[in-house]
């Protein structure tokens, strides 16, 4: 690798705070700049179920948003 770089980790949080009806499951998908980087179903059917999911990626450049 040529120039400076750093690591750019990413972690998103999720509690289900709402009580579901018996097979009811809440699925979402999540993308970054329109490429899909979760499909699967964060929650299960428990209420106050909580989950986590993280990305790490090598960045050349720094970018403020």
Request: no cysteine; glycine share 0%.
């Given at each position: 690798m040529s120039g400076p770089f750093f690591i750019v980790l990413k972690?998103?949080?999720f509690a289900e705070v709402e009580e579901?009806?018996?097979?009811q499951n809440r699925e979402f998908?999540?993308?970054?700049n329109g490429e899909l980087f979760c499909?699967?179903?964060l929650f299960q059917s428990t209420h106050?179920?909580?989950g986590t999911i993280y990305m790490s990626s090598?960045?050349?450049?720094?970018r403020k948003h």
């Open positions: 972690y998103m949080h579901h009806i018996v097979n998908n999540i993308s970054q499909t699967a179903p106050a179920y909580t090598i960045a050349d450049e720094w």
